[in-house]
């Protein structure tokens, strides 16, 4: 046993970047479940950490729409610094493994901090906790984000494997987000246990003698936290470098990487792609205060975002199982600007025909998260790509700056999504509605009384507000995105010859 821990942690090949052939299964096993270990915890931050901020510690919306913003600002300078630090970094481990063996400990335990039951502080003290919480987080997450997804087009040169390998990457991190629909459920059981540690808050439409939402909010994200970073930890023991590193000597600073970065026109449509279709995720953050509140009457969410996100991730996940095959025959650009427009219309029939009909809701979600998965796919090959287009181009190939672009898109959305949501939710005046309505559950659950409610006609408002946001503001999002692809101008058949000669090249250089 002692010796099975020492391995699990402390394992590495001598050679990070020896010549052994193409990765094992075994290797894309262990990366993937790194992968996924990596996104239940970014999933939990993304998409559950909103609805603490705003519900539990009771932060105004527009406060938590400037925390957004200010974090943004410190992510655009910190992912291209961190991306720059990946591709200057030579050691016996290889370019980006170093980052997975010491960052994803750190990062699950400052996931625990941001979820640290505040609520008695002074507003101005919980807004500065959450401030030096979020940046803490931001700046390790990033450590470790650029090099778990850039070690991608390290550990093959092979394009139809990297493909399948990125295809794979991310249906694993998609299924993270189903983390955040059995979120609640674990919430909810911890919550429901009396440690004596917290005050009862209790839970409207139930009948529970004790519940507290801080006790299950911070004991679920424990739980969560700590088997991500284990799971995520484990990429560094397993995987390999194969593409040679480039010389010291040959290291770019910061100013000629952003230099290459704007002379990469492929790397900016496709990221510009990313931005402009970034409210499309609004679905997912929104969509548990609709499920709570407008379907789940602030109680039961879990059996609402069961019903409404299991077909969306199942469709997406059958998408990103099928991308390979579906870019094979039509070609990625093809597919990415039919599923980019295809994408808008199940939301808008969602908006015209109202949430009365559950089904029709499951199966439009369906179709949009199968075409969503789609073009998930299609724009993380596209950057990969951009990488080797850079590298025939130039000789030069910075995987840590181009995949700091993936990373520094997925934390912008995140924050636009948050800042669109908490702006809308201020205009309806949702933090005092929600101050008011906490402050009834839990007196009446000190009563021993059931406290009933019935949000959609209480608060017609804030339920139009919410639909809105699940519906138009993405369909909007789903076709700005597709813009900037109509002249991304590499097709498959340029890339297999930039391949090819890469390969010749690297050949060359090695004898």
Same mark, same amino acid.
């Given at each position: 046993?002692?010796?099975?821990?020492?391995?699990?942690?402390c394992?590495?090949?001598p050679?990070?970047?020896?010549?052994?052939?193409?990765?094992?299964?075994k290797?894309?096993?262990?990366?993937?479940?790194?992968?996924?270990?990596?996104?239940?915890?970014?999933?939990?931050?993304?998409?559950?950490?909103?609805?603490?901020?705003?519900?539990?510690?009771?932060?105004?919306?527009?406060?938590?729409?400037?925390?957004?913003?200010?974090?943004?600002?410190?992510?655009?300078?910190?992912?291209?610094?961190?991306?720059?630090?990946?591709?200057k970094?030579?050691?016996?481990?290889?370019?980006?493994?170093?980052?997975?063996?010491?960052?994803?400990?750190?990062?699950?335990?400052?996931?625990?901090?941001?979820?640290?039951?505040?609520?008695?502080?002074?507003?101005?003290?919980?807004?500065?906790f959450?401030?030096?919480?979020f940046?803490?987080?931001?700046?390790?997450?990033?450590?470790?984000?650029?090099?778990?997804w850039?070690?991608?087009?390290?550990?093959?040169?092979?394009?139809?494997?990297?493909?399948?390998?990125?295809?794979?990457?991310?249906?694993?991190?998609?299924?993270?987000?189903?983390?955040?629909?059995?979120?609640?459920?674990?919430?909810d059981?911890?919550?429901?246990?009396?440690?004596?540690?917290?005050?009862?808050?209790g839970?409207?439409?139930?009948?529970?003698?004790?519940?507290?939402?801080?006790?299950? &909010? #911070?004991? %679920?994200?424990?739980? *969560?936290?700590?088997?991500?970073?284990?799971?995520?930890?484990l990429? +560094?023991?397993? /995987?390999?470098?194969?593409?040679?590193?480039?010389?010291?000597?040959?290291?770019?600073?910061?100013?000629?990487?952003?230099?290459?970065?704007?002379?990469?026109?492929?790397?900016?449509r496709a990221?510009?792609?990313?931005?402009?279709?970034?409210?499309?995720?609004?679905l997912?953050s929104?969509?548990?205060?609709?499920?709570?509140?407008?379907?789940?009457?602030?109680?039961?969410?879990?059996?609402?975002?069961?019903?409404?996100?299991?077909?969306?991730?199942v469709?997406?996940?059958?998408?990103?199982?099928?991308?390979?095959?579906?870019?094979?025959?039509?070609?990625?650009?093809?597919?990415?600007?039919?599923?980019? &427009? #295809?994408? %808008?219309?199940p939301? *808008?029939?969602?908006?015209?025909?109202?949430?009365?009909?559950?089904? +029709?809701?499951? /199966?439009?979600?369906?179709?949009?998260?199968?075409?969503?998965?789609?073009t998930?796919?299609?724009?993380?090959t596209?950057?990969?790509?951009?990488?080797?287009?850079?590298?025939?181009?130039?000789?030069?190939?910075?995987?840590?700056?181009?995949?700091?672009?993936?990373?520094?898109?997925?934390?912008?959305?995140?924050?636009i999504?948050?800042?669109?949501?908490?702006?809308?939710?201020?205009?309806?005046?949702?933090?005092?509605?929600?101050?008011?309505?906490t402050?009834?559950?839990?007196?009446?659950?000190?009563?021993g009384?059931?406290?009933?409610?019935?949000?959609?006609?209480?608060?017609?408002?804030?339920?139009?507000?919410?639909?809105?946001?699940?519906? *138009?503001?993405?369909?909007?999002?789903?076709?700005?995105?597709?813009?900037?692809?109509?002249?991304?101008?590499?097709?498959?058949?340029?890339?297999?010859?930039?391949?090819?000669?890469l390969?010749?090249?690297?050949?060359?250089?090695?004898?």
């Amino acid at each position: 046993m002692k010796n099975a821990v020492k391995e699990l942690f402390c394992k590495s090949w001598p050679d990070a970047t020896k010549d052994i052939g193409d990765y094992s299964n075994k290797e894309r096993n262990v990366y993937l479940a790194g992968m996924f270990g990596q996104n239940i915890i970014y999933a939990i931050i993304g998409s559950v950490l909103q609805v603490f901020y705003t519900d539990i510690l009771l932060i105004p919306t527009i406060a938590v729409s400037a925390i957004m913003g200010i974090s943004r600002v410190w992510d655009g300078i910190n992912d291209i610094i961190m991306g720059t630090v990946v591709d200057k970094t030579h050691t016996r481990w290889g370019k980006c493994r170093p980052y997975l063996k010491f960052v994803p400990i750190p990062i699950a335990i400052t996931t625990i901090l941001m979820f640290l039951p505040i609520m008695n502080f002074p507003v101005g003290a919980k807004i500065a906790f959450v401030i030096f919480t979020f940046l803490l987080w931001e700046t390790l997450y990033t450590l470790g984000d650029i090099p778990l997804w850039g070690v991608t087009s390290l550990m093959t040169p092979d394009e139809e494997k990297r493909s399948k390998l990125i295809s794979a990457a991310r249906i694993i991190s998609s299924f993270g987000s189903i983390i955040v629909v059995g979120f609640y459920p674990i919430k909810d059981a911890l919550g429901a246990i009396d440690l004596g540690l917290f005050e009862n808050t209790g839970k409207a439409n139930s009948d529970l003698a004790y519940f507290s939402e801080p006790q299950g &909010y #911070l004991l %679920a994200v424990i739980a *969560i936290a700590l088997v991500g970073g284990i799971l995520f930890r484990l990429p +560094f023991a397993f /995987i390999r470098e194969r593409i040679v590193q480039a010389p010291k000597e040959k290291d770019t600073g910061l100013k000629e990487n952003l230099k290459l970065m704007w002379q990469n026109k492929l790397f900016l449509r496709a990221l510009a792609s990313n931005i402009l279709g970034c409210t499309k995720t609004i679905l997912m953050s929104a969509g548990i205060y609709f499920c709570k509140w407008v379907l789940g009457n602030g109680g039961n969410e879990t059996l609402w975002l069961v019903k409404l996100g299991g077909p969306f991730l199942v469709g997406m996940i059958i998408a990103m199982n099928r991308s390979t095959a579906f870019a094979k025959r039509f070609g990625k650009k093809k597919v990415y600007l039919l599923s980019s &427009y #295809l994408n %808008a219309i199940p939301y *808008i029939l969602i908006f015209f025909t109202g949430y009365h009909n559950i089904l +029709f809701m499951a /199966i439009m979600l369906f179709i949009a998260g199968f075409l969503t998965g789609l073009t998930t796919v299609y724009n993380t090959t596209m950057i990969a790509d951009s990488v080797d287009y850079m590298e025939h181009k130039v000789g030069k190939r910075n995987d840590g700056v181009f995949f700091s672009g993936l990373n520094f898109t997925a934390k912008l959305t995140a924050a636009i999504t948050a800042i669109v949501t908490n702006l809308v939710f201020s205009a309806v005046n949702y933090t005092d509605t929600i101050n008011t309505l906490t402050e009834n559950i839990a007196a009446a659950s000190a009563a021993g009384k059931d406290y009933v409610l019935d949000f959609a006609s209480a608060y017609p408002e804030i339920t139009s507000a919410m639909l809105v946001l699940i519906t *138009i503001i993405p369909a909007v999002g789903c076709v700005l995105q597709a813009l900037p692809i109509h002249k991304y101008d590499l097709d498959e058949k340029q890339h297999a010859i930039i391949l090819e000669e890469l390969e010749e090249i690297r050949a060359n250089h090695n004898k």
